[in-house]
């Protein structure tokens, strides 16, 4: 005797569409205030960070800030939010075993803050072998609000 109780009984409609692949995904997003971003040259460059969550330069330089995501997830898309759209930032990674003299942009290319990235090189996150961030290139004046990234991970 066989028993069928129907797609419909098994999954959700709205996740029917994914069966047949055998992966179910669900978008999420990582938020990067402005002032998780710190100056590469703390002896001679000034960054204040304030009450607003953002960060402002007054001396040139360029800042990075950690990112950290779940290990396996898929990035799909990068912003970096500031008040210079002049300005250009990158997602990059560097091999935990290192001291970072090697690393691999993520970015598809450089792109100017307030610019979305959807094209993500090495879009799988390897925390085992990895470590991540995002960076800009050098700032003046500037202010960085902050970042987002769009992944998704396997339900």
Known sequence: MALDFGMDTLFKSEDRDNV???????EDYLSIAGTQFMTTAQSTSTVYSNTKGTIDTNTVTPVVAQVNLPHGCTVTAVILYGNDAGEQWVLSRTDNSTNGASK???SAGVFNINQEDIKIDFAQINNRKYRYYIHTTTLEGDIVYGARITYNTEL
Do not use: A, V
């Open 20 to 26: 047949g692949l055998g992966k179910k995904t669900k």
């Open 104 to 106: 691999d942009d993520l």
